[in-house]
């Protein structure tokens, strides 16, 4: 058995500062954690609303155990399709505004299975190249063929899809980029899509539940008021249903275009896990029918769809939350700005500060701990060579003293 190979191999990337290893929670999920017996204040979960161990969450969760059980026991195809994923379905078509949705086990399986169901040989898809693994896993498992552009760059994505042979087009992107938190041209995407008669799927992993009014994501990245969602007096069974968003209005994009295949997970802002796909009930059905990572896979617990139900109800009512999450990014960037390692330009929750070095980010991250505070080192081949980072992200569940705490702890090791 070549054992010897696999361990040279280890020993390699730990020589180049890359090998990977988990560290043991012990507690919830939170801006305060214990790992391994150790209280750290903590800046590198996804969880970016605070849901993750909200009381209303937890709640919901047990309740739903108690009334479906904890095993979905099949696939949705098969007797695995419950009352609840129905509901939950439901309501995140009517929050995002499209006709349908489907829910899948995770972000990584939603992925693999939209663009395997939608494309294939003979047909072409565009990414971005600092679009999400599973983003590319997905395009390579498809056997389409590949065109990746410069990272945002519409005029070299404009050329690709114009040489593009007979064939589906298919183009995907991060909304919020997952390692750099800056956000993707959509408005200019689904205009070259519309041009080339091109599907656009947009993978909002980091912008669901944070950005938008309401939280509706970043397709509803727009300044006019919100139309109400969840009225008051209204039951929790009679929320299924509300208005179309209105257009129009100053610095509105109109983004509720039928090419735009609408992918969010459910297990950064969410706080549970899952993730979901919204479109054409036409798509949906094509996902149903053709999505291999849908078909051939246990539905995930029913009681995770009843927690679900009750987190978009907080999503949809946490506006002073996204405020607060918006005065912590704003202090945390005027806080860093003079330190010698150059925040990178993001006005989201993620707030990469880019070392460069692999191993000056993993010893900036390892002085960091010895004061208590966690923040991940990110390396290659997560990122690209030469663009480690230190991946910050806040969470509405940081106070102002938790950000001060952790710039003024930067300074300190910038001397
Ligand atoms: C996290 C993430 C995924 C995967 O979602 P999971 O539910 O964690 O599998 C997909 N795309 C992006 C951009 C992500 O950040």
Redesign the pocket.
Known sequence: MPFSELQNELNRRAAQGLLRSRRTLESPQSPHIVVEGKPYLAFCS?DYLGLANHPQLVAALQQSAAQYGVGAGAAHLVSGHFAMHQQLETELAAFVNKPAALLFS????A?LGVVQALVGKGDTVFADKLN?A??NDAMLLSRATVRRYRHGDMAQLAQLLEQAESGRKLVIT?AVF?MDGDLAPLPELLALCEQHDAWLLV?D??GFGVIGEQGRGSLFNRKSPPAPLFQRGVSADARVHHPPLQKGGRGDFDLNSPRIIYMA?L??AAGVS??FVAAERVVIDTLINHARSYVYTTAAPPALAGALLESLRLIAQGDALRVHLQQLIAQLRGGLRDLPWPLMPSATAIQPLLIGDNRAALRLSDELRERGIWVAAIRPPTVPQGTARLRITLSAAHSAGDVTRLIEALHELAC
């Open positions: 996804n995770t972000g990584y399986m992925n999400h599973s983003l991060d997952s993978d992993a980091h997970t297990g950064k899952g993730a």
